[in-house]
C-alpha cells in the first residue's frame, strides 16, 4: 500500500460526459502528480502541484483541468469526453516539489467511455 | 528532450531462470535520476529503485540488481531466480535536474514467468 488513496476506482461514462477524480496524497507528502497510461501513449505525465499551487505542466489537454485543495487532496477535472480518453489516470504524490524523489503511486480510476 | 527506450517489449521466462530488462536513457542534463517501477497485473504502480547520476554503484536487492553504465547510458535491472510472482510489466524512468522535470517513462517491458 502506497499510502496515496484514488477514488473511484472505475468510471464508465459517456461521451461529452464530464467528471472528476480524486486524488489524496501520502501523509506528509505536498506534491501531486496526474498521469494518464492509454495502449498508445503509455505514461505520460499532465500536471504537477506542490503544495496547491501549480507547478509544471504537460501533456494535458485543453479540456482537462485540476488543482490542490488546502488539504492536499487533489481533483481532476475531465469535460467534453472523447473515446480516446479512455485510460488510467493515476495520481502520485512525493514529499518535495522536485523530482528527485521518487513518486509514490496510487491504485488509479479506470475511465471507460462508451 | 529526455527519452527513455525500453527495446524489450515482452519478455518471457521460466521460473528460476535469470532476466535482464534493458533500459536505455537519453538526457542533456548533468544531474538526473533514474527509476524503475513494477505495475503488477493488479494495476498499481510500486516504486522499485531510484538511482542519481553521480552515483555509479550497482545495487543489489534481495533477488534484485541494477546495474548503471553512464558510459552507455543505460540502467539495466536483473531479476535473479525468477519467480511468478514477478510476472508485471517494468517501467525504467527519468528525471532531469532536481525541479520541475517530470518523470519521463519508457513504454515498459512485460515479464511473464512461467512455473
Known amino acids: 500500500d502506497s499510502g496515496v488513496t484514488q477514488t473511484p476506482k472505475h468510471l464508465i461514462t459517456a461521451t461529452g460526459q464530464r467528471v472528476t477524480l480524486r486524488c489524496s496524497p501520502r501523509s506528509g507528502d505536498l506534491s501531486v502528480y496526474w498521469y494518464q497510461q492509454s495502449l498508445d501513449q503509455g505514461l505520460q505525465f499532465l500536471i504537477q502541484?506542490?503544495?496547491?499551487?501549480?507547478?509544471a505542466k504537460g501533456n494535458i489537454l485543453e479540456r482537462f483541468s485540476a488543482q490542490q485543495f488546502p488539504d492536499l487532496h487533489s481533483e481532476l477535472n475531465l469535460s467534453s469526453l472523447e473515446l480516446g480518453d479512455s485510460a488510467l489516470y493515476f495520481c502520485?504524490?512525493?514529499?518535495?516539489?522536485?523530482?528527485?524523489?521518487?513518486?509514490?503511486f496510487g491504485d488509479g480510476t479506470r475511465l471507460s467511455i462508451l | 528532450a529526455q527519452k527513455v527506450t525500453q527495446a524489450q517489449t515482452e519478455i518471457s521466462v521460466v521460473e528460476k531462470e535469470d532476466v535482464t530488462l534493458d533500459c536505455v536513457y537519453e538526457t542533456r542534463d548533468t544531474t538526473y535520476y533514474l527509476f524503475w517501477y513494477k505495475q503488477p497485473p493488479s494495476g498499481e504502480l510500486v516504486f522499485l529503485i531510484r538511482?542519481?547520476?553521480?552515483?555509479?554503484q550497482n545495487e543489489i536487492s534481495g533477488r534484485y540488481s541494477w546495474n548503471f553504465q553512464k558510459s552507455t547510458s543505460s540502467f539495466n535491472f536483473t531479476i535473479t531466480a525468477s519467480q511468478v510472482v514477478d510476472s508485471a510489466v517494468y517501467f525504467c524512468?527519468?528525471?532531469?535536474?532536481?525541479?520541475?522535470?517530470?518523470?519521463?517513462f519508457g513504454k515498459g517491458t512485460r515479464l511473464s514467468v512461467i512455473a
Open positions: 502541484y506542490y503544495n496547491g499551487e501549480e507547478r
Open positions: 524512468a527519468l528525471s532531469g535536474s532536481p525541479g520541475n522535470t517530470p518523470l519521463v
Open positions: 538511482r542519481n547520476s553521480f552515483d555509479e
Open positions: 502520485a504524490s512525493s514529499v518535495t516539489g522536485t523530482v528527485n524523489q521518487p513518486q509514490h
